[in-house]
């Protein structure tokens, strides 16, 4: 069985411009490595905030 996240309502109403910073400072950490597993995964299924 597959756990099923509900997205934060808030991004949804995000500028384009800002999900696209919010997403690139996302992947700039991966690439870093500034993340543990745990809350890569949170990143990724969108239930880590984006703002840290």
Do not use: C, N, W
Not at 19 to 44: D, K, P
């Amino acid at each position: 069985m597959s756990k099923e996240t509900v997205p934060d309502p808030a991004l949804a109403t995000l500028p384009f411009e800002e999900a696209m910073r919010q997403l690139e400072a996302i992947v700039s950490q991966l690439e870093r490595g500034e993340v543990s597993l745990e809350e890569s995964i949170g990143l990724y299924e969108g239930t880590t905030p984006l703002d840290g």
